[in-house]
């Protein structure tokens, strides 16, 4: 059984920056690729970014390439998602998960039905 426990949320000024970490526990690790999603009031969640747990690839969707990171500690207990040049449609709820989809194609995530979630961060930018 996987458990995600998102921090780092906040608000902040529209090129400010925040730093999200998931603690990772249970098998979260073993998913092949982990990622953050997130989602705006009325509006559907999105991939944002993913890495392989094993190689460390990254993916990013294109309206935080350049802006955002997302890495892994050694141990692969914790997740980040560094975010830079933050803008006010950055504003969501940020979940962390794992079991996602990490399409080498597209460079995209997206999620399954074998996805496991946090309960999530607020980022409110302004």
């Given amino acids: 059984h996987v458990q ?29 690729c982990m990622g953050w999603f997130r989602q705006a009031p009325g509006e559907e969640r999105e ?9 460390g ?23 980040y998602l560094q975010m830079n040049s933050l803008k006010p449609e950055d504003t969501a709820m940020y979940y962390c998960a794992a079991h996602i989809i990490c399409e080498s194609g597209t460079q995209k995530v997206r999620s399954s039905y074998l996805t496991s ?7 409110t930018v302004s």
Avoid: H, P
């Fill in 4 to 32: 995600l426990v998102e921090s780092g949320g906040g608000s902040v000024q529209a090129g400010g920056s925040l730093r999200l970490s998931c603690g990772v526990s249970g098998y979260g690790y073993s998913s092949y």
């Fill in 47 to 55: 991939g944002v970014a993913g890495i392989t747990t094993r190689s």
């Fill in 57 to 79: 690839s990254t993916y990013y969707a294109d309206s935080v390439k350049g802006r955002f990171t997302i890495s892994q500690d050694n141990a692969k207990t914790t997740l």
């Fill in 117 to 123: 979630w946090g309960r999530g961060t607020q980022v």
